[in-house]
């Protein structure tokens, strides 16, 4: 139930929505409504304001109580009441979901780049993406996640030119490979401008499309994938499209011929550019000055491939702060084409990852693989376990799920905007803000729920659970809906990481505040059931945010 509009509903007054109710803060009651934004309209103060709405409200089955404090009027529900709608009523999420029903978002993320390694660099696009992709899911709307893959540049010439030199074809290429290859070609290259040449040749043999270029091009492309893929199956990621900077080759010179026709295009230095002084951006490139397309280029077409083929309400690109002018370039020079759906591009933008306080950078060669860290995390996960839990059974799949979920939650639990510090440590911390906190929650809660087994039947008396403590919990359940919702609304996976925080904290003072399974029949189930959803609750926030829950840890 969407409490903040069935208050506003209740006050007499038109001037208040549901957008002007916000959580109350702590200590005072459970909602409240600032009044300050209403003062000069009706000329009173905020204070007068508050204690008129209270006047005329008519209290009910939901609230109990209100109360004047400075200029906001806070709201105390009814506590009984309020329990049984969170506990027994159903179909609030059914009505969220028909509300998104129709509504496509797509989500340009991790977008890799071919032959280049799969690093922790893009851990932060693949781990956003991917939660937000599951978050428009469960919200109802139509995703389409997107691998725009770096597959298309001179680069691939290069390293075609050193696998014929080089390579061994006697073996199965891997990606390892192809990065020494290329990292050959480029030294060697600096000394020998015949390879340099070379690669220039090789490279207009795959444009041209010769047949024995284009084969090794695309086994370049398919180790690749095969490698990144599983990656991805490990951290339970997918992808509905894989169309890359190649497949728009052939889809580019409409846009060309478009912008030169409306006059947004002009020649500068033999190349093709839009100025976009005006709005205090350099230019953007569109072809350079001998013939070759861009980034930019592609990513215009990419752009309306997707509103064609997609029709989307939203088109996000989960990428670094980095690219920030080219996604402002490029957004800007569709809306000079005139797209109307340019207002509904967005780049969603992350910080820096560094990795046990050094910098990422390959040119400097401190490369940091993802799998490798994945691999390094379940590793040590599994001595926690070993020495937390020994008799646990199997141990191995647990710790798949913590080392993944602890890797997951790094990259999802802080704002994106915020640079992160890759550290084992914190990570896998059962006690800080983490995910295996969270799971370790979760297991809790399941391991209490076997121990009661069979005392659950029938519905639970929600006015048991009013004390304090208990009441916490449900109102923090109330919230779910709302605050996935929100974290789609920002584009911000840690909003529901923050929210699953809170939930355990607040289940966990529950938890140590009174035993759950007592001679009490009826306090039992009533504990109980607060306890599966609890459980429940945690197990899908966490799915949102890439990371199982495990039943025992
Ligand atoms: N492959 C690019 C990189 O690794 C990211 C591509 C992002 N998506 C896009 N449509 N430009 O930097």
């Given at each position: 139930?969407?409490y903040?509009?069935?208050i506003s509903e209740?006050?007499?007054?038109p001037?208040?929505?549901?957008?002007?109710?916000?959580?109350a803060?702590?200590?005072h009651?459970?909602?409240?409504?600032?009044c300050?934004?209403?003062?000069?309209?009706?000329r009173?103060s905020p204070?007068?304001?508050?204690?008129?709405?209270a006047?005329?409200l008519?209290?009910?089955?939901?609230?109990?109580?209100t109360?004047?404090?400075?200029?906001?009027?806070?709201?105390y529900?009814?506590?009984?009441?309020?329990v049984?709608?969170?506990?027994?009523?159903?179909?609030?999420?059914?009505?969220?979901?028909?509300?998104?029903?129709?509504?496509?978002?797509?989500?340009?993320?991790?977008?890799i780049?071919?032959?280049?390694?799969?690093?922790?660099?893009?851990?932060?696009?693949?781990a956003?993406?991917?939660?937000?992709?599951?978050?428009?899911?469960?919200?109802?709307?139509?995703?389409?996640g997107?691998?725009?893959?770096?597959?298309?540049?001179?680069q691939?010439?290069?390293?075609?030119?050193?696998?014929?030199?080089?390579?061994?074809?006697?073996?199965?290429?891997?990606?390892?490979?192809?990065?020494?290859?290329?990292v050959?070609?480029?030294?060697?290259?600096?000394?020998?401008?015949?390879l340099?040449?070379a690669?220039?040749?090789e490279?207009?043999?795959?444009?041209?499309?010769?047949?024995?270029?284009?084969?090794?091009?695309?086994m370049?492309?398919?180790?690749?994938?095969?490698e990144?893929?599983?990656v991805?199956?490990r951290?339970?990621?997918k992808?509905?499209s894989?169309?890359g900077?190649?497949?728009?080759?052939?889809?580019?010179?409409?846009?060309?011929d478009?912008?030169?026709?409306?006059?947004?295009?002009?020649?500068?230095?033999?190349a093709?550019?839009?100025r976009?002084?005006?709005?205090?951006?350099?230019?953007?490139l569109?072809?350079?000055?001998?013939?070759?397309?861009?980034?930019?280029t592609?990513?215009?077409?990419?752009?309306?491939?997707?509103?064609?083929?997609?029709?989307?309400?939203?088109?996000?690109?989960?990428?670094?702060?980095?690219?920030?002018?080219?996604?402002?370039?490029?957004?800007?020079?569709?809306e000079?084409?005139?797209r109307?759906?340019?207002?509904?591009?967005?780049?969603?933008?992350?910080?820096?990852?560094?990795?046990?306080?050094?910098?990422?950078s390959?040119?400097k060669?401190?490369?940091?693989?993802?799998?490798?860290?994945?691999?390094?995390?379940?590793k040590?996960?599994?001595?926690?376990?070993?020495?937390?839990?020994?008799e646990?059974?199997?141990?191995?799949?647990?710790?798949e799920k913590?080392?993944?979920?602890a890797?997951?939650f790094?990259?999802?639990?802080?704002?994106?905007?915020?640079?992160?510090?890759?550290?084992?440590?914190?990570?896998?911390?059962f006690?800080?803000?983490?995910?295996?906190y969270?799971?370790?929650?979760?297991?809790?809660?399941?391991?209490v729920?076997a121990?009661?087994?069979?005392?659950?039947?029938?519905?639970?008396?929600?006015?048991?659970?009013?004390?304090d403590e208990?009441?916490?919990v449900?109102?923090?359940?109330?919230?779910?809906?709302?605050?996935?919702?929100?974290?789609?609304?920002?584009?911000?996976?840690?909003?529901?990481?923050?929210?699953?925080?809170?939930?355990?904290?607040?289940y966990?003072?529950?938890y140590?505040?009174?035993r759950?399974?007592?001679d009490?029949?009826?306090?039992?189930?009533a504990?109980?059931?607060l306890t599966r959803?609890?459980a429940?609750?945690?197990k899908?926030g966490?799915r949102?945010?890439?990371?199982?829950?495990?039943?025992?840890?």
């Amino acid at each position: 139930m969407d409490y903040k509009k069935k208050i506003s509903e209740l006050i007499d007054s038109p001037l208040v929505t549901a957008d002007d109710i916000m959580i109350a803060a702590e200590g005072h009651g459970d909602y409240a409504l600032p009044c300050f934004k209403y003062a000069k309209q009706l000329r009173k103060s905020p204070q007068a304001i508050a204690g008129e709405f209270a006047a005329s409200l008519r209290c009910g089955d939901l609230i109990e109580r209100t109360e004047v404090a400075g200029g906001y009027l806070n709201f105390y529900l009814s506590r009984a009441a309020f329990v049984r709608e969170v506990m027994l009523g159903k179909g609030s999420t059914d009505a969220l979901r028909a509300a998104n029903a129709g509504k496509t978002v797509c989500l340009d993320y991790s977008s890799i780049n071919i032959a280049k390694p799969f690093h922790i660099g893009h851990l932060m696009s693949t781990a956003i993406g991917g939660s937000l992709y599951r978050i428009y899911k469960y919200l109802g709307w139509n995703a389409v996640g997107i691998n725009h893959l770096g597959d298309w540049g001179t680069q691939f010439g290069k390293l075609l030119a050193a696998y014929e030199r080089w390579g061994d074809k006697t073996k199965k290429l891997t990606l390892d490979d192809m990065l020494s290859l290329y990292v050959r070609f480029t030294d060697e290259s600096e000394r020998d401008p015949d390879l340099a040449e070379a690669g220039r040749t090789e490279f207009r043999r795959i444009e041209r499309g010769e047949p024995d270029a284009v084969r090794t091009y695309e086994m370049f492309k398919a180790t690749t994938l095969e490698e990144v893929d599983k990656v991805y199956a490990r951290l339970g990621i997918k992808f509905d499209s894989y169309n890359g900077e190649a497949f728009y080759n052939d889809k580019m010179q409409p846009i060309i011929d478009e912008l030169e026709e409306k006059g947004l295009a002009e020649v500068s230095d033999g190349a093709l550019v839009v100025r976009l002084d005006e709005y205090g951006m350099p230019p953007c490139l569109i072809r350079r000055s001998d013939g070759a397309s861009l980034y930019a280029t592609r990513d215009l077409a990419a752009a309306q491939y997707r509103a064609d083929a997609y029709r989307f309400d939203k088109c996000l690109y989960v990428v670094a702060t980095q690219q920030n002018l080219h996604f402002r370039q490029l957004f800007k020079v569709l809306e000079l084409m005139g797209r109307p759906w340019a207002k509904d591009l967005v780049h969603v933008q992350f910080g820096m990852v560094s990795y046990e306080g050094q910098p990422l950078s390959t040119r400097k060669g401190h490369v940091v693989f993802l799998a490798d860290v994945i691999d390094n995390t379940v590793k040590r996960a599994r001595e926690i376990i070993e020495e937390k839990n020994p008799e646990l059974a199997d141990k191995d799949a647990i710790a798949e799920k913590v080392g993944v979920g602890a890797v997951m939650f790094f990259a999802l639990g802080t704002q994106r905007i915020k640079d992160v510090d890759f550290d084992y440590e914190k990570v896998l911390s059962f006690e800080g803000e983490t995910a295996p906190y969270l799971q370790y929650t979760h297991a809790r809660c399941r391991s209490v729920l076997a121990k009661g087994a069979g005392q659950e039947e029938g519905e639970p008396d929600c006015s048991l659970l009013t004390d304090d403590e208990s009441y916490d919990v449900v109102m923090q359940l109330s919230r779910f809906d709302e605050t996935v919702a929100d974290a789609a609304d920002k584009y911000e996976p840690s909003v529901v990481a923050r929210y699953l925080i809170d939930l355990a904290q607040k289940y966990n003072r529950f938890y140590i505040a009174g035993r759950i399974i007592t001679d009490d029949r009826a306090l039992t189930r009533a504990r109980l059931a607060l306890t599966r959803a609890v459980a429940d609750t945690l197990k899908t926030g966490l799915r949102l945010l890439l990371t199982e829950a495990p039943d025992r840890m």
